[in-house]
């Protein structure tokens, strides 16, 4: 259960660290690569069945 919020959490993260608005196009994709690594590791945990 806590496995399945933290994915849909970390979907939403990352979503929302896209570079579309004009305030963030210089960030680059820094902010969504963070959050991709964070996401797979989630993922990987919840398959090997940690969380």
Known sequence: MLGTILLIVLILLLLGALPTWPHSRSWGYAPTGG????????????????I
Do not use: C, F, Q
């Open 35 to 50: 959050i991709g690594v964070v996401l797979i590791v989630v993922i990987v945990l919840l398959v090997a069945g940690v």
